[in-house]
């Protein structure tokens, strides 16, 4: 049996080994252990959350991405290495060169999709709207680097129960818009951004009728100081 591991198992575990350092120094048996010195652990620990929970091991990157910056951040903090934030702005390129070459690299859809059936998305120094309109989308993937767009399905659908899109915001946003017999639940991480479900639910609308069937949108993926948001 597959068990995957929540972030908040992380956190619980931090969360216990910082009480244990307190309650130790309280007690004048302090280990010389500064706590700030370790919050770089929160994004190692969103990046072990990626690695753990990847769905057909294909959403690993992203917890690689969490886990080099929080190792790099650590190293900082016990002066192993040295480096102003400043410094850190080639890894935007870095970022772009890398997002470039996922979206090429996992450019593969699902058995029997085409172009029309698969959102790949990927925004970079700009923007724009995409309408879709295929009513068997099988999934997508949207990527946004200081830049951003919308893309709006509410002319579209799919013959699925479930459907997952994955997304990347850095420095940048994505707006998805889409039906109101569409349920979104979002496990996407949100770093110094957000990640917002905005939709409303079809019966607090008055007047409004549905007969198709409903459908559930995952949206996964991070928001590293950029935001992400799915309305109707």
């Known amino acids: ?22 309650f130790l120094d309280n007690l004048g048996l302090g280990l010389g252990v500064d706590l700030i010195d370790f919050w770089p652990l929160i994004l190692i620990f969103i990046g072990l959350n990626y690695l753990t929970n990847t769905r057909r091991g294909i959403r690993s990157s992203n917890g690689w991405i969490f886990i080099g910056f929080g190792v790099l951040f650590l190293l900082r903090n016990f002066g192993l290495i040295w480096f102003h934030i400043g410094q850190l702005w080639p890894l935007v390129l870095i970022a772009v060169g890398f997002s470039i070459l996922r979206n090429h690299a996992q450019s593969a859809r699902p058995e029997g999709s085409d172009d029309a059936d698969f959102i790949n998305l990927l925004f970079i120094l700009g923007g724009g709207e995409h309408k879709f309109t295929s ?9 946004a680097i200081m830049g951003g767009g919308t893309l709006d399905l509410r002319h579209a659908d799919t013959e699925q129960d479930t459907m997952e899109i994955e997304v990347f915001a850095m420095w940048g946003g994505i707006e998805i818009r889409v039906p109101y017999h569409w349920q979104v639940n979002i496990k996407g991480t949100p770093l110094l951004g957000g990640m917002e479900n905005s939709t409303r639910p079809l019966e607090s609308i008055e007047g409004l009728e549905v007969s198709a069937p409903s459908r559930t949108l995952i949206v996964t993926g991070a928001a590293i100081m950029g935001g992400v948001e799915v309305k109707n």
């Open 135 to 143: 009513k068997t989308l099988t999934g997508g993937r949207v990527t």
């Open 1 to 22: 049996m597959d068990k995957k591991i929540d972030v908040k198992v992380w956190i619980g575990m931090s969360v216990i080994f910082a009480g244990v350092v307190l």
